[in-house]
């Protein structure tokens, strides 16, 4: 996995020495169960979180902000397929969180469109979806700010925050929409 940079950002792989940061944002009430899990308890959760990344087969980056040196999010690009009939496609889903410390400042957008670049431009994606459940505002003005298009939405039962019921809405982007959408975006 190589690194990817924006003007604010780095998008890097995670390093047990993020501890402290992810803890930071990781217990706040107003992230974790935004993306299906219970804040962090302690540190060690956080740690073993870090762990589970770099096991992982899925292409996991912190967020560091550059200015600051410090890692206030995460993105990933993971392998699930939301629509069984487009299976054949090559996909991939993105997800991310930010430390609510850093809201409103436009680092999603910026991470995502940079993930969505690599996607469509260096792992030859055809398609990438990105979720989010019902009850999640911010993360559905980055879908629409970041060119994704509502697809469908399902029910879902969030074991890891004890079967809570939740409506999820898909989006995704093609990339000839990507291509269309980049191309509009450079000419003006």
């Not at 992230?31 to 219970?38: D, S």
């Not at 459940?133 to 399902?154: A, I, L, P, Q, T």
Request: aromatic share 12%; proline share 3%; charged share 30%.
């Amino acid at each position: 996995m190589r690194e990817l940079q924006t003007e604010r950002l780095l998008l890097r792989p995670w390093k047990e020495s993020d501890v402290k940061d992810l803890y930071d944002y990781a217990k706040s009430d107003l992230v974790g169960p935004n993306a299906g899990w219970k804040p962090h308890k302690d540190e060690e959760e956080s740690k073993e979180i870090i762990q589970m990344f770099l096991e992982s087969n899925d292409v996991l980056y912190a967020i560091e902000l550059l200015s600051e040196h410090k890692v206030i999010g995460s993105i990933g690009l993971h392998d699930r397929k939301p629509d069984e009939t487009l299976s054949h496609l090559n996909q991939k889903e993105i997800g991310y969180v930010l430390n609510p410390a850093y809201w409103g400042k436009g680092y999603v957008p910026e991470a995502v469109n940079r993930v969505l670049e690599h996607g469509f431009e260096d792992l030859y994606l055809d398609i990438v979806w990105c979720g989010h459940y019902d009850f999640n505002h911010n993360s559905k003005r980055v879908n629409e700010k970041c060119g994704f298009n509502y697809r469908f939405s399902e029910n879902k039962i969030l074991e890891r925050l004890d079967g809570q019921e939740v409506v999820c809405l898909y989006y995704s982007i093609l990339k000839s929409e990507y291509q269309n959408g980049k191309n509009v975006t450079d000419a003006s």
